[in-house]
């Protein structure tokens, strides 16, 4: 009878051990779900998050500072200029803090911020005036922009700027 009760409880164990493993391995795929991917934030703080990422990026442009970029645009960045040039990052970086162009200002306005899970596209209006060899100058650019909402925060990983033909600029 002892040795009935002992094979009962072994056949009942090994019957059940399954659905422990089964429930363990569930149990640690909840943990690290919930430990590796936050949760959605709100979206409204998150397009604001995103609009002032677009004003900051104004204002170190306006100030040829490639600090911020070193910051928020990926390592492989991949954008296009608005007379169709590729550039990265570096190359970018670059361009912003080119001696070559005096910015007397640089803003950044109708900033459009769409949010699909975890990537955001903004779009925005460029408008600058600047000094290049002597002349002074004025235009305008539609930018946009792809982020990617990273453990490290939103980061830039692609863009292009159009440039707007005369007839369609707004007044600086």
């Known amino acids: 009878m002892i040795k009935t009760r002992g094979t009962v409880a072994l056949a009942i164990g090994l019957f059940l051990a399954p659905s422990w493993q089964a429930q363990e391995n569930w149990r640690n795929d909840c943990i690290r779900?919930?430990?590796?991917?936050?949760?959605?934030?709100?979206?409204?703080?998150?397009?604001?998050?995103?609009?002032?990422?677009?004003?900051?990026?104004?204002?170190?442009?306006?100030?040829?500072?490639?600090?911020?970029?070193?910051?928020?645009?990926?390592d492989d960045f991949t954008g296009a200029l608005s007379h169709g040039q590729?550039?990265?990052?570096?190359?970018?970086?670059?361009?912003?803090?080119?001696?070559?162009?005096?910015?007397?200002?640089?803003?950044?306005?109708?900033i459009k911020i769409r949010i699909f899970q975890e990537t955001a596209v903004a779009t925005c209006l460029w408008s600058t005036r600047f000094i290049?060899?002597?002349?002074?100058?004025?235009?305008?650019f539609r930018a946009?922009?792809?982020?990617?909402?990273?453990?490290?925060g939103w980061r830039v990983v692609s863009?292009?700027?159009?440039?707007?033909?005369p007839d369609v600029q707004q007044v600086l």
């Open 33 to 74: 779900r919930c430990v590796t991917q936050p949760m959605q934030g709100d979206p409204e703080v998150e397009r604001q998050e995103i609009v002032s990422l677009e004003r900051e990026a104004g204002r170190a442009i306006q100030l040829g500072s490639g600090t911020f970029f070193h910051r928020i645009y990926s």
């Open 159 to 165: 863009g292009q700027t159009t440039s707007l033909p």
């Open 86 to 110: 590729l550039i990265n990052k570096d190359e970018w970086i670059a361009a912003i803090g080119s001696p070559n162009v005096k910015r007397e200002s640089f803003v950044v306005s109708d």
């Open 144 to 152: 946009i922009h792809v982020y990617v909402n990273t453990p490290n």
């Open 132 to 140: 290049l060899k002597g002349q002074h100058l004025s235009t305008q």
